[in-house]
């Protein structure tokens, strides 16, 4: 589940609402799809994908139902339930859970994508952001040295005296 909102940059309601249906596994381009019938920022209901890891998609494979009705939820909890599920596993894997929320594989996917050094258009694709802002809001808090101007600089070699 979490790997899942990681992958796809998925909101709560966005991963809550995904049916066995949504998920396709893999295309013939061997990347795994996820299908985003509707979101806060495409109110007409016009649709995304986004892709996902094997690791997610095998995940996946392994919690479906055999006969997993295409129309069924994959995640059938509240909005609540997942907050304590994203915090448990945090606070299971010894993280400090006191700010984990369900929104946090969704930053985390940001700041991973960014300390990656992709750019803001591939961020803002990911995300689904219409605003680099948000984007932007996303990653402050990446430390220095994990930005992609410092991974640039120390690809750097300059020659002389340091000043």
Not at 31 to 44: E, H, L, M, P, Y
């Amino acid at each position: 589940m979490i790997a899942l909102a990681h992958d796809a940059a998925l909101r709560s309601s966005e991963l809550l609402a995904l049916r066995w249906g949504d998920i396709e596994t893999p295309q013939e381009n061997g990347i795994n799809i996820v299908r985003i019938r509707w979101s806060k920022t495409d109110q007409k209901a016009q649709g995304a994908v986004a892709p996902m890891s094997d690791f997610t998609a095998q995940a996946i494979t392994r919690i479906k139902p055999i006969n997993a009705n295409p129309r069924g939820r994959i995640f059938d909890m509240s909005p609540s339930t997942l907050a304590r599920r994203i915090r448990a596993a945090a606070e299971a894997a010894g993280l400090d859970h006191a700010n984990i929320t369900s929104h946090s594989p969704r930053l985390g996917i940001a700041q991973d994508l960014a300390a990656a050094g992709v750019p803001m258009p591939g961020l803002m694709q990911a995300g689904r952001w219409k605003s680099p802002a948000t984007a932007v809001r996303y990653t402050e808090h990446l430390s220095a040295s994990d930005t992609p101007a410092a991974q640039y600089l120390k690809t750097q070699h300059y020659r002389g005296k340091a000043a």
